[in-house]
């Protein structure tokens, strides 16, 4: 006999639901695609770098239709909003040879004022991370995040955006996901700037863009306490393919050390510690130690979850020392193989970010799932596939981790809001536009915008602030 009772599961009273984005993968920035301004935008027209061969010249047209995106966000109750800001267009020139003041592209600032103003005088709190991704082309070409000069540039970003923006930013994130861009960009060789297998390369940038958080963190709070300010890191539970191989157990740990762990660590400690055996070598090693301004500049936890990894040890030349991804899985996957794993978003929740949820004045860190969602595939021209506007899985993936995130707040972590990733279909870097990852089905050749199922169930659940499950 099956019992199929509904289970009323309630959320915090001040729990924040919203969607969660970045400019690039949706603005369609006019003078960025015009002048090729970033560093992504030049990458996407290059041959083969793209696997469907699109690219992010109009995405969403986010940056013409953002009024009605925010009467979408209004619609479906939501009252949070994350994005990152266009450095390449606010900052389209780099100093020169010529000392002059620095200063924000006219235009560009009356975009995000507008943006952000809009959302706030609907009750809806910002979120702004500085840099998802993109670098503007004339600091990419400096070397970008291996330039000995980033940190400065990143500085001056941030008291720049704080100048113009505090006043509208309710929380601030500086760098997202700063090991998968490094694992992306110097060892799997798929975004800019393409280096692969350059593990110096990676630990010289991890070091940069530490320094570069710190130096940022300060210039965002502008001497007042109350200024929120952190980063968001992507949490990707690890597990060895064989668990009887001590092979892929030790591919496993280090993965896990220096995926998830070495920025809020090193943010923690406020140094920078890297693990045996790369600490072995001496050119690493000076990479090492402390950072000036680094210790505990880190005011919320900003949780990004997807999915949880097998690793297994490859024995391959040069040996990938951020281990190797299996091809296996054990549950249902999304359109990018990636498992549907919400005890992975547990373990996330409840332990492996317990090493980080007291601030430097002993209190409890507040934490914010900042990205959490899940992909099907539709080709961009709308070709073939299943274009309906039912997402079953989407549902089930939103049901299963949003459970899951009540329980972590049950057993005691501070969670104040879940962001999903994302409100529209958008571009998913090297995937290109085939990844949908919206509640919003996006067809790119009209930009039409239509709710999918998942849309109006994730709006039921921030009116109510409760979710119903049926115990089957
Ligand atoms: O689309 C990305 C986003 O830019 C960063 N976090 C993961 C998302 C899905 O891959």
Same mark, same amino acid.
């Given at each position: ?277 790369? *600490?072995? /070598?001496?050119?690493?090693?000076? %990479? ?5 301004? +680094? @210790? !505990? ?92 506007? *039912?997402? /079953?899985?989407?549902?089930?993936? %939103? ?5 899951? +995130? @009540? !329980? ?65």
């Amino acid at each position: 006999m099956t019992d199929n009772s509904a289970n009323i599961i309630k959320f915090p009273e001040d729990f924040l639901w919203g969607v969660s984005a970045s400019h690039f993968q949706i603005e369609g920035y006019p003078t960025e695609v015009e002048r090729r301004l970033s560093d992504w935008s030049r990458w996407t027209e290059e041959e083969g770098r793209i696997l469907d061969g699109s690219n992010a010249d109009r995405a969403c047209e986010f940056h013409k239709r953002y009024l009605d995106d925010i009467e979408l966000i209004g619609e479906l109750n939501l009252k949070a909003y994350r994005t990152s800001l266009n450095w390449a267009a606010l900052m389209p020139e780099g100093p020169g040879t010529v000392s002059r003041e620095r200063q924000f592209a006219p235009g560009v600032v009356e975009y995000y004022r507008d943006l952000f103003s809009r959302l706030k005088e609907r009750g809806i709190k910002v979120f702004v991370t500085l840099f998802h991704f993109c670098l503007p082309d004339w600091l990419a070409e400096e070397g970008g995040w291996t330039s000995p000069r980033v940190a400065d540039e990143f500085e001056t970003f941030a008291d720049l955006a704080r100048q113009h923006f505090g006043d509208l930013v309710d929380y601030w994130m500086t760098v997202n996901e700063p090991m998968a861009y490094i694992y992306q960009g110097y060892v799997a060789g798929n975004w800019p700037p393409g280096a692969s297998q350059d593990y110096l390369g990676a630990f010289v940038a991890i070091r940069s863009m530490l320094t570069a958080h710190a130096r940022a963190y300060h210039a965002l709070k502008g001497g007042e306490d109350a200024v929120q300010v952190s980063f968001a890191n992507h949490w990707r539970p690890f597990a060895p393919e064989r668990k009887w191989s001590p092979l892929d157990l030790m591919v496993t740990h280090y993965r896990e050390r220096v995926f998830n762990h070495i920025f809020p660590e090193s943010i923690d400690e406020g140094a920078l510690n890297i693990p045996a055996p790369l *600490s072995g /070598r001496k050119e690493f090693r000076a %990479l090492e130690g402390e950072i000036p301004g +680094l @210790k !505990k500049s880190m005011d919320f936890l900003a949780v990004n979850y997807y999915t949880r990894e097998l690793s297994r040890f490859d024995l391959s030349w040069p040996p990938d020392l951020f281990g190797t991804r299996s091809k296996r899985a054990d549950y249902p996957v999304n359109g990018l193989g990636w498992e549907a794993y919400p005890e992975g978003f547990y373990r996330v929740l409840t332990s492996d970010i317990n090493p980080y949820l007291i601030d430097s004045k002993g209190h409890n860190r507040p934490v914010f799932v900042t990205e959490n969602g899940f992909a099907t595939l539709f080709s961009p021209d709308l070709s073939a596939g299943d274009w309906s506007i *039912s997402d /079953r899985e989407r549902c089930d993936y %939103l049901i299963s981790h949003l459970v899951v +995130l @009540k !329980k972590a707040i049950e057993a005691g972590v501070n969670i104040k809001g879940y962001l999903h990733w994302s409100l529209t279909d958008n571009f998913e870097w090297s995937e290109g536009l085939t990844p949908r990852f919206g509640l919003v089905r996006v067809s790119y050749e009209d930009q039409a915008r239509k709710l999918r199922e998942s849309a109006e169930l994730y709006s039921k659940i921030a009116a109510a602030n409760a979710l119903e499950t049926i115990d089957r």
